[in-house]
């Protein structure tokens, strides 16, 4: 059968290799096994890594950037994405992501959310923009938007969040707690981080709103200035076309660096999985890890096998290769007899 189309959504493998490439592997390893295989790479982000790129690929537009305040003040060249219907996305790690810090440099008390806030302010003065999608993961503060709202007394224009997650703002789940100590914080900071969270006085309604805690508690912020949060799965599916290509498509295959329990809460796999299942066309999910209990989560999403990689960073292209051109020579029903 050479008349077989593969739709290949894989999120980004964090620290070895881009969600793009990532499906450029996978693509070179269906058409080298079987040349008449149809692969479309539709690589996807949940509105952490790679958004930018991600509709970029999918989408065109201009990239701009524009000088802003890094995480402790210091000036960053960030960039963003301007569409042809004058949509600007963005990624709050470009100007406050963990990546612009050193291990020994972060400092969730002292870092600041201001630079978003620069970085939304220039983007709208420099004209043509009439809303923002904004993915909100990775970033190297715990302010919730404190240094944001510093530059913004209210939002210029329109703006979607695409969150990756739904904790609250406070408690066991909130962004002191569950977030803290990635950005730098000892077990002994949060008690302090949680109090200066709760002092900011956002409405309950508002720290209880799944999302609220996204990025340090700058969805907090960003919600109560009128910005709509929304699951980046979701939202990226929908700009990207995504559901338009599935229906199209004999096999999915997704993935990510590391599968576990988290893979199942609003990141890429699990959307793609229920996106898929919903279409009734099977899915294949890759680790280059798996953890059995997210294995298992995904399964019950509608996976028809999750195969773990090397995990071996550096091998990941080749893995992915490799990967592609294994499920090249299986038949759908194969495939889901071989890997459930």
Not at 28 to 33: D, I, K, P, T, V
Not at 109 to 125: D, K, M, Q, W
Not at 226 to 236: F, H, K, P, Y
């Amino acid at each position: 059968m050479d008349d077989l189309t593969v739709l290949l959504s894989p999120d980004s493998l964090k620290g070895s290799l881009g969600a793009t490439d990532a499906a450029r592997a996978l693509a070179e390893g269906f058409r080298r096994a079987r040349p008449g295989v149809t692969a479309i790479p539709m690589p996807l982000s949940d509105g952490g890594e790679g958004l930018v790129d991600i509709l970029r690929h999918a989408l065109g537009g201009e990239l701009r950037d524009a000088t802003v305040s890094d995480p402790l003040g210091r000036p960053v060249d960030a960039r963003y994405l301007v569409l042809d219907d004058g949509s600007a996305i963005m990624e709050s790690a470009e100007p406050i992501g963990l990546t612009r810090l050193t291990p020994d440099e972060l400092d969730p008390f002292a870092a600041s959310s201001r630079g978003l806030g620069e970085l939304i302010a220039a983007a709208v003065t420099g004209g043509g923009i009439r809303e923002i999608v904004l993915g909100v993961g990775g970033v190297a503060t715990v302010d919730g938007g404190a240094g944001l709202r510093e530059i913004l007394d209210k939002l210029p224009v329109p703006v979607r969040v695409a969150s990756d997650v739904h904790n609250p703002l406070l408690g066991p789940r909130g962004a002191a707690a569950v977030f803290g100590p990635q950005k730098g914080a000892r077990p002994a900071d949060i008690p302090r981080l949680e109090a200066r969270l709760a002092s900011m006085g956002f409405a309950p309604e508002i720290t209880r709103r799944p999302g609220a805690g996204a990025a340090g508690g700058l969805g907090a912020m960003l919600l109560s200035m009128g910005a709509e949060i929304t699951s980046g799965i979701e939202l990226v599916l929908d700009l990207t076309g995504w559901h338009d290509a599935v229906r199209r498509a004999d096999l999915v295959v997704t993935g990510e660096g590391c599968v576990d329990l988290s893979s199942t809460e609003g990141k890429v796999v699990s959307g793609v999985c229920a996106a898929a299942d919903a279409s009734g066309v099977p899915t294949v999910v890759f680790g280059g890890l798996v953890q059995p209990d997210g294995a298992d989560r995904l399964r019950e999403a509608g996976a028809i096998g999750v195969i773990p990689l090397s995990g071996r960073p550096t091998h990941a292209a080749a893995d992915l290769t490799d990967l592609g051109s294994t499920l090249a020579h299986l038949t759908n029903v194969r495939i889901g007899t071989a890997t459930r």
